[in-house]
């Protein structure tokens, strides 16, 4: 007999088993995390070809990124926006590492303009005939940060989905043909977290809309491909301490380094992830807060985000104005 205004037993029960399935997932996931960082890395030249494109490979995650492939012994093709940087880049990875390099100046908020066109054309060229076994697409922007969707510069978000979503999609284009003649491969498409490990991202919607794109368009590939020896990954990593987040934000708790990861760090652990899963957050720190946030009910989370960006936005209003990374819109007074 159960006593009025108590729950029933099932509910318990129900809750108990729903606890205790989480509960396993999660173990399950970092048992299999554990068990790759204890096996030894592939070799991803023999697997996959002599060759790796990687966009976006001058700063932040991109450089660490290549860095590590061309420490693994791989030829890189480097595409990024400034013919300077991605020659001191370029230098930097031939003087530290016995491999070969192909630099492409390529703005890639201009695909699907003449001139973009026009690069791509350039990039096929680039890469006729070089056994590519890999394509990084690291490139990205999150520019305007911390604005609400209706205060945004439109230019600017459109150039930020150009960047995120739509050259992306045609560098894969370019390279995955190679990969299916050659009947191998491997493709990592550089998601985040906003989209994966956390329901919303409120003042950051574009950004997180972009990344969401990557994580659906890299675990569709991953089935189309899988059976073609291509492995296709979304990485969607929290934190890395990168321009990408602004300066300000640099002393703040959550990119301590218990919760943030340096870009070399991460980029260790990223080319060790390579082709295990069509999702995946390779940092150890990063993958257990993805299992705390799982366990919060969305509806808080999404509760917590928002008081956390007005917050920050407020703190770095000035700041993030002047670099122009926030959107200046008329109603600051009711969207605070
Ligand atoms: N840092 C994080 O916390 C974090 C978290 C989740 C996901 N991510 C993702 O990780 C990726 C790398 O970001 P990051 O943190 O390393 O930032 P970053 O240091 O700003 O690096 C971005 C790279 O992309 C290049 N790039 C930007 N716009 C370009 C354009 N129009 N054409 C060609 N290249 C362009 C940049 O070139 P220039 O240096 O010449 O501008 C730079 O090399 C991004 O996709 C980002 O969304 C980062
Ligand atoms: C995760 O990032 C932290 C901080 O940069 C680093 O110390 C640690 O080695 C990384 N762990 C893994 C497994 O990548
Ligand atoms: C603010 O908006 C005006 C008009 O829309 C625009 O001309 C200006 O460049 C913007 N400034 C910044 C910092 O975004």
């Known amino acids: 007999m159960r006593m009025p205004g108590t729950a029933p037993e099932w509910l318990f029960l129900l809750l108990a088993l729903v606890g205790g399935v989480t509960a396993a997932v999660s173990s399950l996931r970092l048992l299999r995390y554990l ?27 991109g450089r660490s990124v290549a860095l590590e492939l061309a420490r693994r012994g791989l ?45 791509m054309r350039r990039l096929r060229a680039a890469i006729d005939g ?20 209706h205060e945004a510069d439109v230019e600017a978000w459109l150039r930020m989905v150009r960047v995120n979503l739509w050259a992306l999609t045609e560098v894969a284009a370019a390279v995955l043909p190679g990969m299916v003649e050659r009947g191998r491969g491997a493709v990592l498409n550089m998601g985040s977290a906003s989209s ?3 329901p919303s991202f409120p003042l950051n919607t574009i950004y997180a809309s972009t990344k969401k794109y990557v994580a659906v368009f890299s675990r569709s590939l991953y089935v189309e491909y899988r059976s073609k020896g291509i ?31 340096t870009a070399d760090a991460y980029a260790r652990a990223a080319v060790r992830w390579i082709g295990h899963g069509a999702i995946c957050n390779p940092n150890l720190s990063h993958q ?25 936005r407020a703190e770095s209003r000035g700041v993030l104005a002047r670099v122009g990374a926030v959107g200046n819109g008329t109603d600051r007074k009711n969207s605070m």
């Not at 790759?36 to 790796?52: N, T």
């Open 196 to 198: 994966e490990g956390m």
């Open 75 to 119: 030829n890189l093709v480097l595409l990024d926006i400034d013919a300077a940087n991605l020659r001191e880049t370029s230098d930097t990875i031939r003087s530290r590492h016995a491999v070969k390099t192909r630099t492409l100046v390529f703005d890639l908020s201009l695909v699907a303009t003449p001139q973009g066109d026009e690069s």
């Open 35 to 61: 068990a790759l960082c204890l096996r030894r890395p592939r070799d991803l030249r023999r697997r996959y070809g002599a060759w790796a494109v990687v966009t976006g490979p001058t700063s932040g995650i």
């Open 288 to 312: 257990l807060q993805r299992c705390l946030l799982a366990i919060v009910p969305e509806a808080a989370l999404d509760w917590c985000l928002l008081q956390f960006v007005r917050r920050l």
């Open 130 to 149: 070089l056994d590519v076994g890999l394509l990084v697409n690291n490139a990205g922007m999150a520019n305007p940060f911390l604005a609400y969707f």
């Open 231 to 261: 492995d296709v990954q979304c990485q969607a990593p929290m934190f890395v301490a990168t321009r990408i987040v602004p300066n300000i934000l640099r002393d703040k708790w959550y990119l301590s380094p218990l919760l943030s990861t």
